[in-house]
């Protein structure tokens, strides 16, 4: 993680039926987080989202990088 790497996390969740589901969730909440950031994210380089279950057992990662060229 370079130096300038900034790591949000969050306690709250949020109960789905199944993996299929969270992964779904991720994709329709990462599309509104990169809405939300505008033009920041093109000077952050790379994102990522990781999604875990109760047990903290990985569900699924999205990474997200921007290219300004």
Not at 38 to 60: H, I, L, P, S, Y
Request: net charge negative.
């Amino acid at each position: 993680m370079s130096s300038t790497a900034k790591i949000c996390l969050t306690t709250l969740g949020t109960v789905l039926a199944n993996t299929d589901e969270a992964r779904a969730e991720a994709i329709v909440l990462s599309g509104a987080m990169l809405k939300e950031s505008a033009g920041t994210f093109w000077n952050n380089g790379q994102w990522q989202m990781r999604v875990v279950d109760e047990a903290g057992e990985k569900v699924c990662a999205l990474t997200f990088s921007a290219d300004r060229s």
